[in-house]
Nanobody, 125 residues
Framework: QVQLVESGGGLVQAGDSLRLSCAAS????????IAWFRQVPGKEREFVVG????????TYADSVKGRVTISRDNAKNTVYLQMNSLKPEDTAVYYC??????????????????WGQGTQVTVSS
């Protein structure tokens, strides 16, 4: 089992930055690919960005490419999502997710076994 806890969400203005954190506990964190998804009411959960267990591979959704950066510190069991130039359409609940995977980054939510409780990001115009 892996437990994930997100933090760092909040209310910001368009153009501002936020850094989300996903802290993991349980099994060795370095064995897992980690992704961030987001969801707004009435819509499906959307892939935002993911990072492989070694951090060698990262995959970004087109909607955030160039504005967000994912990184991980396996010694601290934490993944970070730096979001810059935030837009109102980035408003959502952001979830981190984990799956035991040695190669690549899965893109669909049903491929992930563990989820955090989510953190709200609200961007005002």
């Amino acid at each position: 089992q892996v437990q994930l806890v997100e933090s760092g969400g909040g209310l910001v203005q368009a153009g501002d930055s936020l850094r989300l954190s996903c802290a993991a506990s349980g099994r060795p964190f370095s064995n897992y690919a980690i992704a961030w998804f987001r969801q707004v009411p009435g819509k499906e959960r959307e892939f935002v960005v993911g990072i492989s267990w070694s951090a060698y591979s990262t995959t970004y959704a087109d909607s955030v490419k160039g504005r967000v950066t994912i990184s991980r510190d396996n010694a601290k069991n934490t993944v970070y999502l730096q979001m810059n130039s935030l837009k109102p359409e980035d408003t959502a609940v952001y979830y981190c997710a984990a799956v035991s995977r040695r190669v690549g980054v899965p893109l669909t939510s049903d491929e992930y076994a563990y989820w955090g409780q989510g953190t709200q990001v609200t961007v005002s115009s």
